[in-house]
């Protein structure tokens, strides 16, 4: 079964931290993705990747960066936490193979707080 | 820009009864996928679409994609409790990202 794993379920941070939010999957794809879902907005994409060391923003990346060192682990990082910040941050892998199996694969979700 | 709207974005429903999610999208898309998420969860894979007129079936869910006229429905039926839950579609191109539908929220009364 295709893994993706994200390293906490809930963290509270305080404005101004430095907050680093890991995901780590287990089926060799070469797409990661970070999103955020908040009530009433669906889920929006703050970056994703296509391959080690390659990033592009998404639709809402201000406030946030990544970094892709190694093929299976996608790290967001909140440089200076706000509390506008505070959401369900979402990881997702997927192939870049042609045909069925192309779908994202979910982490568990990080339910982010800033206080 | 690829945008995604689904409707209706509430629905509450009676169980035994049929009903149809719409899921229209702005430009061009080979594919589309369908999710579902329950309370505190996370995204679960339901359908991929893979072709115009593509139709795939699990249980009391049937999903279909016209990429005509940028269209993919997910209909109900028969509804039970169980079906209760957020349901988000997602055309995509090739294998890059995916933009999501605000999701509709499915509630199933007995």
């Known amino acids: 079964d295709v893994k993706v794993t994200q390293s906490s379920r809930y963290l509270v941070k305080r404005t101004g931290e430095k907050v680093f939010l890991e995901c780590v999957q287990d089926m060799d794809h070469e797409n990661m993705f970070w999103y955020r879902q908040d009530p009433g907005l669906g889920l929006r994409l703050i970056y994703f990747s296509y391959d080690v060391k390659m990033k592009e923003k998404g639709d809402i990346p201000e406030g946030y960066s990544v970094s892709r060192e190694k093929k299976e682990r996608f790290s967001l990082i909140l440089e200076s936490a706000s509390t506008n910040q505070t959401s369900m941050y979402l990881c997702a892998s997927s192939s870049q193979l042609q045909g069925a199996d192309t779908e994202a694969f979910f982490g568990q979700g990080t339910r982010l707080t800033v206080v | 820009e690829l945008k995604v709207e689904q409707n209706p974005l509430f629905l509450s429903m009676q169980e035994g009864k049929n009903y149809t999610i719409y899921c229209n999208y702005s430009?061009?898309?080979?594919?589309l996928y369908w999710y579902r998420q329950d309370p505190g969860k996370s995204l679960e894979s339901l359908f991929v679409?893979?072709?115009?007129?593509a139709v795939k079936q699990e249980g009391r869910l049937m999903a279909s994609l016209d990429t005509k006229a940028r269209l993919s429905t997910l209909h109900i039926t028969a509804a039970v409790h169980d079906l209760s839950a957020t349901y988000f579609c997602?055309?995509?191109?090739?294998?890059?990202?995916?933009?999501f539908g605000q999701g509709t929220r499915l509630t199933i009364n007995p």
């Open positions: 430009t061009t898309s080979d594919r």
């Open positions: 679409l893979l072709s115009n007129g």
């Open positions: 997602a055309p995509g191109r090739g294998a890059q990202k995916l933009v």
